[in-house]
Each structure stands twice: as structure tokens, then as C-alpha cells.
């Protein structure tokens, strides 16, 4: 092996990959995880935390139990998505991409479901809800906070 190659850093791939793996494993990126890999890596810490920071997809808080992703594509935008997602911040007392204090929900905005024939729509734990309603809403939180005993 050239001196270049077993001195070379790892790419944005490789780092990119690792942060993948440690979410996977914990679901979410802590400290104590991300400082570990870096070391392992051999690559200086912030240019793990520039990618895990760049990435929307990537958090540093441990999700809820229930993750509710709320749909404001074109179709579900149309059709009231804006208001559902302000009445569900108000019902969970959270604002967007973040958990309810008792840990049971987390929730979050995205661009499509690809159920925009059900719009306005929603999915909780990849169960999508369509056509939903303020009113719908009251219903399915209590089932998934039921469903949490
Ligand atoms: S726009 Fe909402 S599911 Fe497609």
C-alpha cells in the first residue's frame, strides 16, 4: 500500500455511512458515539459533525416511540396540511422535529408520503392515515398512546 493510500481520510461516503450505522443502532447520534467514531476514523470530530448537522435526516435527540411524519407535498398542502400540523403541534405541545416530553411521539414534517390520493395524510410508524381531519386526529393519537401501555 502506497504511504497515500493508508494515510488518506475517509470520504464524505465513509463518513456519511458511519453516522447511517450509529443511528441505526441507537436511533439517533449520540455524543458519546459520534466523538468514538471519529476517533476510530482517525478524522478530526467536526468533520463528523459538519455532515450530521448538514443532514436533516440525521438527529442528536433520541426519537419518541411513535414517529408521525406529516405530509405537506403539493396535494396534502392544497387540501390543509398546514393547519393539521399546527393542531397536532398544539395536541402534543411540540413543534416541529421534536418529542413529546412522556417520549411518545415525535413528529415531523415531509415532502410526500406517496399517497397524495389520500390527502391531507399523515404516517405514524409507516402506517399512513388519509384524508384526515382535526377531529380524525384526537382519535389516532389516543390509539397510539393506548397502544403504548
Ligand atoms: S403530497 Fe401528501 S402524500 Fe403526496
Not at 396534502?76 to 393547519?83: E, L, R, Y
Not at 412522556?102 to 415531523?108: A, E, I, P, R, S
Request: glycine share 10%; hydrophobic share 35%; with cysteine.
Amino acid at each position: 500500500m502506497l504511504p497515500a493510500q493508508k494515510y488518506r481520510k475517509p470520504d464524505s461516503g465513509a463518513v456519511l455511512a458511519a453516522l447511517h450505522q450509529i443511528t441505526e443502532q441507537f436511533g439517533y447520534l449520540p455524543q458519546d458515539e459520534i466523538r468514538k467514531t471519529a476517533r476510530e476514523m482517525g478524522i478530526p470530530l467536526a468533520q463528523l459533525m459538519s455532515a450530521a448537522t448538514f443532514y436533516a435526516s440525521f438527529t442528536f435527540k433520541p426519537a419518541g416511540k411513535h414517529k408521525i411524519h406529516i405530509c405537506d407535498g403539493t396535494a396534502c398542502h392544497v387540501k390543509g396540511s398546514t393547519s393539521l400540523m399546527d393542531g397536532l403541534k398544539q395536541k402534543l405541545g411540540i413543534g416541529e422535529n421534536e418529542t413529546t416530553q412522556d417520549g411518545n411521539f415525535t413528529l415531523k414534517g415531509v415532502r410526500c408520503l406517496g399517497s397524495c390520493g389520500l390527502a391531507p395524510a399523515l404516517s405514524i410508524d409507516g402506517e399512513t392515515h388519509g384524508r384526515l381531519t382535526l377531529e380524525a386526529l384526537d382519535k389516532i393519537l389516543a390509539e397510539y398512546s393506548e397502544a403504548k401501555r
